[in-house]
């Protein structure tokens, strides 16, 4: 069965940019996977961020960007702040009307 | 404004089955697919099952398929989740979303409830 993989944590310092990612145990993420983003924090439901790679949700600021970046879906996070700090969750379709979450990786900024 | 609020949560025996509820208001319901994710406590998100809009084409994660059905009543703006044959790896809260593109499935999770908890114990 195949995993989608992130990072368990990162680190960023405010201002800083980080690139989180989001990958497959076997093969490439691709577009036709339709990587999707979602921000949450302790206790709150979650929040979109972007969806089909690289649209950005309403609301959304222009801080975040997502892509492909070689054979994973990235999360780029630009100038990033304090209310940042969150646990981010990728999600990928895997075709027949499956889809799969990675585990998450948590975001420090400090 | 859009709103999608879950209900029927609670404890439940191992073995034993519970109807989950997503109420939704401020769309037109019946234009949008809408997906189950659940999260166990202190873990990551899971999907678990989706749905389209006139209930016809329906997908389970391997880890309820056979156990939960997914059905929807238009008319009542109401998404559900029958569970049957609870475990105890069951235990979570789960979340109720809506595919954000009209009529067909647009790979655009934009709105979420406040999630329901259900948790399987003797």
């Known amino acids: 069965q195949t995993v989608v993989t992130q990072e368990t944590s990162f680190s960023v310092s405010p201002g800083g940019t980080v690139t989180l990612t989001c990958g497959l145990s076997?093969?490439?993420?691709?577009?036709?996977?339709?990587p999707g983003w979602y921000q949450q924090t302790p206790g709150q439901a979650p929040r979109t961020l972007i969806y089909?790679?690289?649209t950005r949700s309403s609301g959304v600021p222009d801080r975040f960007f997502g892509s492909i970046l070689g054979n994973k879906a990235a999360l780029i996070i630009t100038g990033a702040q304090a209310d940042d700090e969150s646990h981010y969750f990728c999600?990928?379709?895997?075709?027949?009307?499956?889809?799969?979450f990675g585990g998450g990786t948590k975001l420090t900024v400090l | 404004e859009v709103q999608l609020v879950e209900s029927g949560g609670g404890l439940v025996q191992p073995g034993g089955s519970l109807r989950l509820s997503c109420a939704a208001s401020?769309?037109?319901?019946?234009?949008?697919?809408m997906h189950w994710v659940r999260q166990a406590p202190g873990k990551g998100l899971v999907w678990v099952s989706r749905?389209?809009?006139?209930?016809?084409?329906?997908s389970y994660a391997d880890s309820v398929k056979g156990r939960f059905t997914i059905s929807r009543d238009n008319a009542k703006s109401t998404l559900y989740l029958q569970m049957n044959s609870l475990r105890a790896e069951d235990t979570a809260v789960y979340y109720c979303?809506?595919?954000?593109?009209?009529?067909?499935?647009?790979?655009?999770?934009?709105?979420w409830g406040q999630g329901t908890l259900v948790s399987v114990s003797s």
């Open positions: 749905l389209n809009i006139d209930g016809s084409i329906t």
């Open positions: 401020g769309f037109t319901f019946s234009s949008y697919w």
């Open positions: 076997s093969g490439s993420v691709t577009t036709s996977h339709y």
């Open positions: 089909n790679t690289k």
């Open positions: 979303t809506r595919d954000g593109i009209i009529g067909r499935e647009g790979y655009n999770w934009d709105y």
């Open positions: 999600v990928l379709f895997m075709g027949s009307g499956i889809w799969v």
